[in-house]
């Protein structure tokens, strides 16, 4: 019975830890990487991706997938008095 309930717990604990699938990167800017032909999103400014593409290698381009940014908040009205 103890190999039983260390068993099970040591499967649990190993499903528990075990490999987690890639998160896409779905950042607002991506790189395309002329000279390979390969696209990174990975950069949250256009600046970061510029910086990124080490001279003449590639361009940046506003990701199309990314989420687009939540809407701001406006602050209640104050009545008047």
Known sequence: MRKLVLGTLILSAT???GPRPAVAQNLPWCLV???????????????????????????????PAAPSPPAPVRAPRRPND
Do not use: M, P, W, Y
């Open 15 to 17: 499903v528990a830890t």
């Open 33 to 63: 990487n002329d000279q390979k032909g390969s696209t990174s999103c990975a950069f949250t400014s256009r600046e970061q991706c510029l910086l990124s593409t080490g001279g003449n290698v590639g361009h940046c381009i506003a990701n």
